[in-house]
């Protein structure tokens, strides 16, 4: 019994490992390769069949030598160039006021009118006397062309006449100080007159800006003083706007301000501000 059943096994074993036919073989394998097809279906079903990976574009540049330019951020205000504060020139009462805040004027313009009364009276008098003096200048010069009278007599005649005239040109300078006129073309950001007042000299009462010619201003540490100078360049940055732009050092200063241990620097800004231009603003100053 046990023969047989080994015999067997050994047919068996035989049996298995001969070659399978082609076509069978091909058919295994087509079987294999729709079972892989419908698990990766099903697989990018589930996970969809976009890459993962993330692309970007690249750009390919020349690589040049350039200059490099290192800016130190600092805080700076815009000033105009023409920033002026107009005072009169007489004591007296305000009779009429001629402009007002916020107004575009040109230079000469006449902004107040101070009483002038008591000058103008004392001037028709004067001129009175002027009259009479030319009067009897030319007389005196007609004897004086047909030779008749004294030569004493022609230059006292026209002595008087011209020391009139000249105080007449003296109070016609005073005349023009009761007018309160404008100095520069700009807007007025300051009016502080008004009819009936009393003013006198040196009293602060109107400010004149011209906004069309502006500088940047700015204190820098004394630690830079060595490295800033005049035709840098600076960019102005305007927060507020927003905008910025370019120009250079117009001044820089060589002393040290002892309180804040700063210097101070200006530079030109060539454009006209069409926006009020009296805030801080911050700029860079180069080649630091």
């Given at each position: ?9 050994i ?7 001969q ?56 805080q ?34 006449v ?10 009276q ?26 008749i ?34 100095p ?44 800033v ?29 002892q ?30």
């Amino acid at each position: 019994m046990k023969k047989l059943l080994f015999i067997s096994a050994i047919a068996f074993l035989a049996a298995c490992s001969q070659p399978k036919d082609k076509k069978t073989e091909l058919a295994d394998l087509k079987k294999q390769r729709a079972e892989l097809d419908g698990k990766i279906a099903k697989l990018e079903a589930e996970v969809g069949t976009k890459d993962s990976a993330a692309t970007k574009d690249v750009t390919v540049y020349d690589v040049k030598t350039a200059p490099f330019n290192n800016y130190v951020e600092i805080q700076g205000r815009v000033d105009a160039e023409q920033n002026v504060q107009v005072n009169p020139e007489a004591q007296g009462v305000v009779t009429s006021v001629s402009a007002a805040i916020g107004q575009n004027v040109s230079k000469g313009q006449v902004l107040a009118q101070i009483d002038d009364k008591v000058l103008r009276q004392s001037m028709a008098q004067l001129q009175t006397q002027i009259d009479l003096a030319v009067n009897l200048y030319n007389r005196q010069k007609n004897l004086w062309d047909q030779k008749i009278g004294t030569e004493v007599q022609f230059v006292n005649a026209k002595s008087q006449k011209e020391g009139l005239e000249r105080q007449m040109a003296v109070l016609n300078s005073q005349l023009a100080m009761y007018k309160i006129k404008a100095p520069i073309s700009g807007t007025i950001e300051q009016m502080d007159l008004k009819v009936g007042q009393a003013v006198s000299p040196g009293m602060s009462s109107i400010r004149i800006v011209n906004a069309n010619s502006l500088k940047a201003k700015a204190q820098i540490a004394e630690s830079y003083l060595g490295r800033v100078g005049q035709g840098d360049d600076v960019e102005v940055i305007f927060p507020d706007i927003p905008d910025s732009l370019r120009t250079k050092v117009s001044f820089a200063s060589r002393v040290i301000d002892q309180s804040s241990r700063s210097f101070d620097i200006e530079d030109q800004i060539a454009f006209k501000c069409q926006i009020p231009c009296k805030y801080d603003r911050g700029f860079k100053s180069g080649r630091l």
